[in-house]
């Protein structure tokens, strides 16, 4: 054998043996006892404080929010290092990069997808009456440079983006999302993604594509419990915002988990969160009319938000994108010869890969 093949049996084997073949299910409890309990301790302060989010200093909940956001990263560093301990750490949590076409791709699409899908969730609440579009004028979007620049101490420059075409505002605010919010919304989405698609997802994989999905998906959701509780997302204190909660991360978090498995790595898993977590709020003010408010029935977390991921999910499945699930750092090709090399009789017992 020459150095060639002997680095590639070597790349094979690696791949072969990074995903479990059974559930940890230690592993698991460990790692969401430890998320929940973070995320009630990092929310805490709010909860002694008055238990309403109106009276929260702004800087002060971005802070706590970020601390509760790492964690799921402080769960599933703890299970991998402590408790479950498994020979191949970074491909397990899908930090690798290779191939690095195909993670660049899928980067691109979570970067892309979630103000497309936000945008037809907002066709879809205008049409029902939810919301009052102003493509014309976007009256929201000027509202917003108007009280951006009297904050800086700029009124008087107000005149220049009055004169502006709404299209040049509109790519002003998109480009401005991409290059400042979405990285800064990355590194937050971050600390729950290596958790959430990172390390339980693939940990549950072995019960199967969707109910490793689903299972992962509602923990996620119901780990927002401190905040939804409080009124955030959907001004509800009660179990009706974790239900809708619920039905959001269903929805978004199969769209998250097929980025992960087709990719077989986190980064565009992360991405993708951090796209929508920074366009959430740039889509509804480039399309609304300046009157308009955010609320449970006109953002994306509402149920006319979950209908585009649904719709572009079942366009997935259609086209067999679930069933392509290589293995960490191989192509699809390397992913089959490695699975027939370590003996799996199927895809579905381990995890792998279809094609």
């Known amino acids: 054998m020459n150095a060639t093949d002997e680095r590639m049996r070597r790349r094979l084997e690696r791949g072969a043996d990074a995903l479990p073949t059974k559930v940890p299910w230690g592993a698991v409890t460990v790692f969401i006892a430890i998320a929940f309990v973070g995320a009630w301790l990092a929310c805490l302060p709010l909860w002694l404080g008055g238990a309403s989010l109106d009276v929260v200093d702004p800087v002060t909940f971005q802070l706590l929010l970020l601390g509760m956001m790492y964690t799921p990263t402080i769960a599933a560093l703890v299970v991998v290092f402590l408790v479950q301990r498994p ?52 009256s929201a979007l000027r509202e917003l440079f108007a009280q951006n620049l009297a904050a800086a101490g700029a009124s008087d420059q107000a005149g220049t983006f009055d004169a502006m075409p709404p299209a040049v505002l509109v790519l002003i605010t998109i480009l401005q999302t991409l290059v400042f919010a979405v990285p800064m919304a990355t590194i937050a989405a971050f600390g729950e993604e290596l958790g959430w698609r990172g390390w339980l997802l693939p940990s549950l994989r072995p019960l199967g594509t ?79 009319d300046a009157g308009s408010t955010m609320d449970g029935l006109t953002t994306i977390v509402g149920w006319t938000g979950w209908v585009p991921f649904l719709l572009l999910v079942g366009v997935l499945v259609l086209l067999g994108q679930f069933a392509r699930q290589p293995l960490p750092g191989l192509t699809l090709a390397e992913s089959v010869i490695a699975s027939q090399r370590a003996g799996e009789a199927t895809p579905a017992t381990s995890g792998a890969v279809s094609h």
């Open 210 to 288: 969707w109910p490793a999905i689903a299972i992962s998906c509602v923990v996620w959701a119901l780990w927002h419990a401190p905040i939804i509780l409080l009124g955030y997302n959907f001004n509800d204190r009660g179990p009706l915002g974790l239900v809708m909660m619920i039905g959001f991360c269903l929805a978004g978090g199969s769209f998250i988990s097929w980025l992960r498995l087709r990719s077989a790595t986190v980064y565009p898993a992360a991405v993708a969160h951090g796209s929508l977590n920074a366009f959430a709020a740039t889509i509804f003010i480039c399309m609304a």
């Open 87 to 138: 020979a191949r750490k970074a491909r397990y949590l899908g930090l690798v990069f290779r191939p690095s076409g195909r993670t660049i791709l899928f980067i691109a699409i979570g970067i892309v997808a979630p103000p497309v899908l936000f945008a037809l969730s907002m066709l879809l609440a205008a049409a029902l009456g939810y919301v009052t579009l102003d493509l014309a004028n976007v």
